[in-house]
């Protein structure tokens, strides 16, 4: 009996208790023993057996937050792992294509004669706006790199622009308070300034294709302390979302259907928008909220396309390819809201499971600008005036890397498609582009004459677009 017990204690001296599981902690199976030389490759292999998947998909491995890019028994020694208990190992999926890191500037292009407040490419990537404090908004054409159409009528400043998920519209909201739908191939507005706020406008937000095609709603957050939901074709406000007590800074319409403000009384709310009833308040901030961001965002701003560029014949296709996209982005996990506020903290919410935050996510020593979750949800990035970037589990709100390199406020930063690489602006006037997987600088950016407001990545992955208050807007390529 002893010499089969020593036996057996060989057999599994080499080996490793591991249990996968996926980003929200379901298990994959039972826990098993692993040979210590199985590394990604095998790991890999054998998620791919065990979801039975057809197409064999590539994955990423985690353990306690760090990748595993060597053999199960190289990882034990170097971090002094003990194995009394099963080892927990996150599956991943990635992207099945691969971004290039920009690393050039292809174009500079003027025009604007006041700052460039905000850029925005199209959801299929083939267009791209801006917004500026001279009052226009430009739309540029990106083969020719030259300006498509100036879009006036505007009485301010320009502050925000968005693009409908569907690609058939823009919207632009001033400091003056005023809306405006331009249509992009002709560049003239469709009606008459959408007017009801009282002061400028802080955001706008679509909503998702996959709930609604045509794209014919979208939500507008104003200073004034309201939200208005407006419908393009009749050209009305139809709902006025009021209850928050100071400005509204930032709003998303997520896609479930509803609805979400942050505001400067440091609250957060939730409305339903068939009436405009508020179902939820989000309480937790100790000063304005700043920035919130949807972990199913990407998939809701580019609706039916993808990094291939299909376009689409009618909107009922569009609207079945949106949904696809969407539940399997989404998977079996609620939606997701990061929320970044001037008090240095962001918190994680679950909205539809509780209206206590998941995590309160601390580390920053200054005012979070803005926050931006993963295309594939699984990290989400902080951008603050304490001049670094800082990466987080999209799941669990874990803290997981600072990137350092900026000289100032960081103010705004977005993702290449594939959820590999993150771009930053500052007003240190460069741009860098940080590598995930080596959480280090992949791309230093100089270039524009003075901070840098906005950046954006082109969906399709094979631009960047950004723009300062040196008036001029560059687009970058790899």
């Known amino acids: 009996m002893e010499v089969v017990e020593g036996e057996e204690q060989r057999e599994t001296s080499n080996k490793v208790m591991c249990l996968l599981t996926d980003p929200e902690g379901t298990p994959l199976g039972v826990p098993m023993y692993l040979p210590q030389i199985a590394g990604p ?6 998620v791919n057996q065990l979801l039975n998947n057809e197409e064999k998909l590539p994955y990423s491995f985690y353990i306690s937050d760090k990748e595993l890019v060597v053999p199960l028994g190289t990882y034990l020694e170097k971090n002094k792992v003990s194995v009394e208990k099963a080892l927990s190992i996150v599956y991943q999926p990635q992207a099945v294509f691969r971004i ?23 959801p299929d990537g083939r267009h791209l706006a801006s917004g500026s404090g001279d009052t226009t908004v430009r739309i540029w054409d990106l083969n020719t790199q030259t300006p498509l159409f100036t879009c006036t009528g505007h009485k301010n400043w320009v502050l925000c622009i968005a693009w409908s998920p569907d690609g058939k519209h823009l919207v632009s909201g001033s400091k003056a308070g005023e809306l405006l739908c331009w249509d992009p191939e002709t560049g003239k507005p469709s009606g008459n300034p959408l007017t009801g706020h009282k002061k400028w406008i802080t955001g706008i937000s679509w909503e998702p294709a996959h709930l609604n095609a045509p794209c014919r709603r979208f939500v507008s957050a104003s200073k004034d302390g309201d939200a208005r939901i407006w419908d393009i074709v009749t050209k009305k406000c139809v709902i006025c979302l009021s209850g928050h007590t100071l400005a509204i800074t930032c709003v998303k319409w997520g896609g479930d259907g509803v609805i979400y403000t942050g505001s400067q009384d440091c609250t957060i709310k939730v409305w339903e928008t068939s009436q405009g009833k508020l179902i939820r308040e989000l309480k937790g901030h100790g000063h304005w909220v700043n920035s919130l961001a949807l972990s199913t965002e990407y998939v809701l701003r580019t609706g039916a396309f993808d990094h291939t560029g299909k376009q689409y014949s009618s909107p009922e296709e569009m609207k079945k390819v949106a949904l696809e996209r969407y539940n399997k982005m ?89 959820s590999r690489l993150l771009l930053s602006g ?21 270039g524009h ?6 950046v954006d990545w082109s969906p399709d992955g094979e631009k960047v677009a950004s723009g300062g208050k040196d008036r001029v807007l560059k687009l970058w390529m790899g």
Not at 341 to 360: A, C, G, I, Q, Y
Not at 378 to 407: E, I, P, Y
Not at 449 to 454: H, L, P, Q, R, S
Request: proline share 5%.
């Open 330 to 418: 989404k998977g079996n996990a609620p939606e997701r809201l990061v929320s970044g506020s001037d008090d240095f903290t962001m918190f994680l919410w679950e909205p539809f499971v509780s209206k206590h935050p998941k995590t309160r996510m601390t580390g920053h020593q200054q005012l979070v600008n803005h926050v931006y979750f993963s295309p594939d949800g699984q990290w989400v990035a902080s951008a603050s005036f304490d001049k670094s970037v800082k990466l987080w589990n999209g799941a669990t709100g874990k803290f997981v890397a600072a990137f350092r390199g900026h000289v100032g406020p960081v103010y705004q930063i977005s993702w290449s498609a594939d």
């Open 41 to 46: 490759q095998q790991l890999q292999q054998m």
């Open 100 to 122: 290039r890191p920009v690393n050039r500037c292809s174009a500079t292009i003027s025009g604007h004669t006041e700052a460039v407040l905000s850029v925005a490419f199209s």
């Open 449 to 454: 004459e003075d901070e840098v407001y906005a």
């Open 426 to 446: 500052s007003k240190d006037s460069t741009l860098k582009v940080w590598d995930i997987r080596t959480q280090k600088l992949k791309q230093d950016l100089p």
